[in-house]
Structure formats: structure tokens, C-alpha cells
DNA sequence: CGATTTTGACCAGCGC
DNA sequence: GCGCTGGTCAAAATCG
């Protein structure tokens, strides 16, 4: 059923267009801030490395393109690749998971496609790109510019804190979404995206119809 | 009143 | 086969 390829959103941006989009730069998106920028408050999040680099390793790869990243877009470069000794946690099919909360969680895939009332295990064994991250968040919800709704809440071995599943409320995508703080470390979230939005960020969106708009208004001069 | 969250039940995979 | 665990469903509750 799911042969066909869906055109991935929101298109890659350069971090130089980041610039330009004021809801995916801290405190609103705090995956777009870089561990280095100590000078934060506290109170604000902040995107942290995964725990598969050595201390001193850990850094945000500034040339990461967030944005489809998060959308699942391969030109993330997360197609099973390490860029710059940046890792996910989770990567397709748990390539390169170390986090052990991460790893329990992506255990499955077997490919069991039963669909009944309670679920059961209903993923797919390898199409759907995953990727997970850890944030230092008071938050456990990130602002990543897409709305999600919330359909489940568990407890899981080994952790106080219970993981909460979401899903894209965009009626034609499938994307879904993990977050679950870590017990050992409460001040870190641990999210974790499963698949690839098939429609615009609506912020995303928001933000750059003004501006392309003004920039088709000022190419005419 | 529609959308979202909460929450208990259900189910499948895995290890023993 | 059985129990444990994680993921999902869906009814009820809550929210805006």
C-alpha cells in the first residue's frame, strides 16, 4: 500500500535561510539552538548531542539541515550516513541507536501489519525513516512547526518518566513522533520522529509566504 | 461542538 | 506456551 513516493516537505533550507525564519530559531524551536550557546537561560531549551559521542565530541553540526531533517527528507543526510561525527540516535531501522531507551522502543518492525481495535505492532520493517534526539528542555513538546495530536501515553521499563506518542494531524500524513524525558538525566527530552510529513510545515509556510511575496514584488524592479 | 488529551484495554513480538 | 513490554486503539473527558 505504500509504494508510491511522497513528495517530501518542507523543501531543504540552508541554515542561512534559517536566518530568515524567526519560529525555528530558541527559545520557540529549540532544535535550532546550538549546545555551544551556553549563554542561554536555563529556563530555554536547548538541542543537546546523542550519547553515541564522547563527551568532548559533542557539538551540533552547524551544516545540518534541520528542517528536512525533521520532515525525513534523505537530503538531511540521515540516510544512514554520519555527518561531521554528528549521529542520530535512531537512523532507519535503529542503524547507529545506542540511547537504551531508544533502543527498547525500536525493537519492533518486524513487520507485523495487522490493524485491530488495541493495535498491536503496525510498522513497517524499513521504509519509514526514524530519527531521534535529545533536548535539554524544561518542554517535553518541541515547536518543530508542524501540529501533532496525542494518541497514547506509556510507562516504560527502566524510566520514571512515561513516553508519549504523537501523530501529524494532517488528515494525509502518517508522520508520527515519540517524546519521552530521560530518568537519569530529568532536564532531557528524547524525541524521536518516525516517517515523512507529505504536506508544508504550516509555520514553515506561515512565515515564507510574506517573504516570497515581497521578494516576487522586488524582482520586478 | 469540534479538536485534542487522557487512559485503560488490547495485541504482537520477544525472551525464557 | 507464557509473561513481559511497547505501540496503538478508542471511549470518555477536557479544552478552546
Redesign the pocket.
Known sequence: MEGHQEPNYPPPLTPSSLISLPFLLPPQNPLFTPSSASTAPSSSSQLISPPLLEPQQHQVLPDIDWVSLLSGSPAAGFDGQEINNYKPLVENNNVGASAENIN?????G???N??????????KPASRPRFAFQTRSADDILDDGY???????????NNLYP?S?YRC?HHTCNV?K?VQRLSKDTSIVVTTYEGTHNHPCEKLMETLTPLLKQMQFLSRF
Do not use: P
Open positions: 527498547e522502543a525500536d525493537r519492533e518486524k513487520g507485523a495487522s490493524k485491530r481495535k488495541g493495535g498491536g505492532r503496525m510498522r501540529r501533532w495530536r496525542k494518541y497514547g501515553q506509556k510507562a516504560v521499563k513516553r506518542y494531524t508520527k515519540q
